[in-house]
């Protein structure tokens, strides 16, 4: 079984495709040991609650530096002993200590098509207005190990997703989910956990049979 530890910051649309896929058999060999939280109080909580994992917050607010925040996070993850750290809408920049300790043990997803619209800066409406804004006919998300850069580790898994003539960043946003974050996380997760995932020379390669 895949230990597999969920770090969000608010509403947690992903993590519920988590949870409905490790419940319905779609995501295998998986158990969801923990979600840790940087906000008290979000709806991902709940659902995580609901769903009878243990949770966790670990909020800026409660510490007096950085690094004591930091240290408080890693030492919450630890706990678990994850073997995957997935981050659905987690917004904290990781600590390096926490990202050299799980390399290629941290996944995140991003609501574009890497490399475009991603970087600094680039999370939640901004990444869809920047989308329509250059007038992109298709946009996506994509899956991918967590390094020292900013969306720039090794890619898991993308999706396409077609831009309609008048989409809004939030009508966007929404398709994007629907259509691609919330089927290619569960996969992207069922994978590693049949080892169907390894990492060479900085790039993924997929056992897809
Ligand atoms: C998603 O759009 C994800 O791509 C991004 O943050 C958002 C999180 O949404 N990293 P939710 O909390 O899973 O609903």
Not at 22 to 41: C, F, H, M, P, Y
Not at 107 to 131: K, Q, T
Not at 135 to 144: L, P, R, S
Request: glycine share 8%.
């Amino acid at each position: 079984m895949l230990r597999t530890a969920v770090l969000v910051s608010g509403g947690g649309t992903n993590l519920q495709a988590i949870i409905d896929g490790v419940r319905d058999g779609q995501i295998t060999n998986t158990e969801l040991v923990k979600v840790i939280s940087n906000k008290a109080g979000v709806k991902a909580l709940e659902r995580a609650e609901k769903a009878g994992i243990p949770t966790a917050v670990v909020s800026k607010k409660g510490y007096a530096s950085i690094e004591e925040f930091n240290d408080a996070l890693l030492s919450a993850i630890d706990d678990a002993s994850p073997d995957l750290i997935v981050l659905a809408g987690f917004l904290v920049v990781l600590p390096e200590k926490l990202v050299k300790k799980y390399s290629n043990k941290i996944i995140n997803i991003h609501p574009s098509l890497i490399p475009s619209f991603c970087g600094v800066g680039y999370y939640g409406l901004r990444v869809h207005e920047e989308a329509l804004k250059r007038g992109v006919k298709v946009t996506g998300a994509t899956v991918h190990f967590v390094d020292e850069g900013c969306d720039s580790g090794p890619i898991i898994l993308q999706k396409a997703v077609e831009i309609q003539q008048d989409d809004t960043p939030e009508i966007l946003q929404k398709r994007v989910m629907e259509q691609a974050e919330w089927k290619i996380m569960p996969k992207a997760i069922d994978l590693i956990a049949n080892g169907r995932v390894t990492v060479v020379d900085r790039k993924v390669k997929v056992d897809l049979r």
